[in-house]
């Protein structure tokens, strides 16, 4: 079944086109038949890059309306011969937040609309987009079925020992203010394949995922189901990111706010923009400058690195007694998946938890799914490049087909 996935941000699309199956599945052998990526939209100078067929274009025009860049993408679908619209079953879309409803993907229809539409509090950039994205597709594959995939879903299995702010219960209950956690797609996907590699199912392990992008986040998987998870309410807290700090007082902020005589918006913006590697280091939210620049001495760019480090090691060892043990540890994002270094630092001295990185395995595994740990340590370590458009297309069809998730 041709499947697209869509997922639509404030001023930007990126979609893949993607034939999937469950034959297809259970040998790994989804094909991707086109993807793009349009940026800037809304401005003069939007960017469209289109792959299809190994032949790549590049272009910069006006893109005005989210409709209008869907608009743009089926016309690029369409004339690379990647398929004809008619062909189309499926569409996926990614929206952020699912709020406490949904467990997992669901068919888009009006309730679910009004459930996502309901939850765009908790999500105010992000839901709004996503639908707009449903709106466009709908209009102009009105015969497909469209389906949500949540970011959120994966983690409506933590107990609410791990959800709860200990807050007045009052702002859980009237406002839903808990941890809802995200990156739910990617610690799935992660999970998924590391059972595939080993020729089980995720109902035989207790894993620790490691997202860590530009935005970052770990996850305590107990056989296939997320118990625990480090962004909260919002995809500010947990781990330190490209630009937002991760855990903070909270009376850092009120003393921000109160002595330093910062609005709420500056804050905002401080704690998502500002904040992270970027803040520590005063010059780049990217590894791979910073390590650039810790190599040449640079001793904030070295501090924003050991911070990171040692946050994610701190998660670990906390996701090490939630899980009571674990089987294996997989690193995946940009950094995880590229940035040796990084994680060679992460698992220095953890030793105690059996995890143990051998130091060729970690050089050599860039942007591949290989083992890094030593052969006989206890815990596994493994990275694992996640490939959050592909699950999406999987639990398109599966919801269409009405097949359990394995
Ligand atoms: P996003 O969260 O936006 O999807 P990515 O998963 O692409 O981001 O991760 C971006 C991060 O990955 C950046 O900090 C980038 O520097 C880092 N990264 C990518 N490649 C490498 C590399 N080879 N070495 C170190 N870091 C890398």
């Excluded at 001023?11 to 052998?29: C, G, M, R, V, Y």
């Excluded at 630009?243 to 902020?253: E, H, I, K, N, W």
């Excluded at 590229?338 to 030793?351: D, F, H, T, W, Y």
């Excluded at 990185?357 to 591949?368: E, L």
Aim: proline residues 4%; charged residues 20%.
């Amino acid at each position: 079944m041709k499947i697209l996935v869509l997922n639509c941000g404030s001023s930007s699309l990126k979609f893949q086109l993607i034939e999937t199956s469950p034959d297809q599945i259970a040998a790994n052998q989804d094909q991707q038949l086109a993807a793009g990526a349009i940026a800037k939209i809304g401005g003069a100078d939007s960017t469209i890059a289109f792959e299809a067929g190994g032949a790549k274009t590049k272009d910069a025009y006006a893109v005005l309306t989210h409709k209008d860049a869907i608009a743009e993408a089926f016309k690029l679908l369409e004339g690379s011969g990647a398929a004809k619209l008619d062909d189309v079953e499926g569409v996926g879309h990614r929206v952020v937040h699912g709020g406490e409803h949904f467990t997992e993907s669901a068919i888009i229809d009006d309730d679910t609309v009004r459930r996502i539409v309901a939850a765009s509090d908790l999500a105010p950039l992000h839901n709004p987009h996503n639908l707009k994205g449903y709106y466009a597709a709908k209009a102009l594959l009105p015969k497909a079925t469209h389906v949500a995939v949540f970011d959120t879903s994966f983690h409506q299995t933590m107990p609410p020992e791990a959800y709860i702010y200990a807050i007045p219960y009052l702002y859980y209950t009237r406002d839903k203010i808990r941890r809802y956690g995200f990156h739910g797609t990617s610690h799935r996907y992660v999970s998924y394949r590391f059972a595939y590699l080993h020729t089980a199912t995720r109902g035989h392990y207790k894993l620790i995922t490691c997202h860590l992008g530009n935005g970052c986040s770990v996850c305590a998987i107990r056989y296939g189901k997320s118990v625990d998870t480090s962004m909260g309410l919002t995809p500010v807290e947990g781990l330190i990111m490209g630009t937002r700090p991760g855990d903070l007082d909270p009376g850092a902020v009120m003393y921000m706010v109160g002595r330093a005589e910062m609005g709420l918006h500056e804050v905002d913006v401080t704690l998502n923009k500002f904040s992270g590697l970027y803040g520590i280091s005063g010059t780049s939210n990217d590894m791979r400058d910073l390590l650039d620049e810790a190599g040449k001495g640079n001793a904030r760019a070295q501090l924003a690195i050991d911070a990171f480090c040692y946050r994610v090691k701190k998660y670990i060892g906390a996701y090490f007694a939630a899980l009571d043990g674990a089987d294996a540890v997989v690193f995946t994002g940009g950094i995880g998946e590229n940035a040796a270094p990084v994680r060679e630092k992460i698992c220095q001295s953890l030793g105690s938890l059996g995890i143990r990185v051998d130091a060729a395995k970690n050089q050599a595994a860039i942007g591949v799914e290989r083992e890094i740990s030593e052969d006989a340590a206890p815990t596994k370590v493994w990275v694992i490049p996640t490939d959050e458009e592909l699950l999406i297309a999987r639990d398109t069809l599966r919801v269409i087909l009405k097949i359990p998730h394995p």
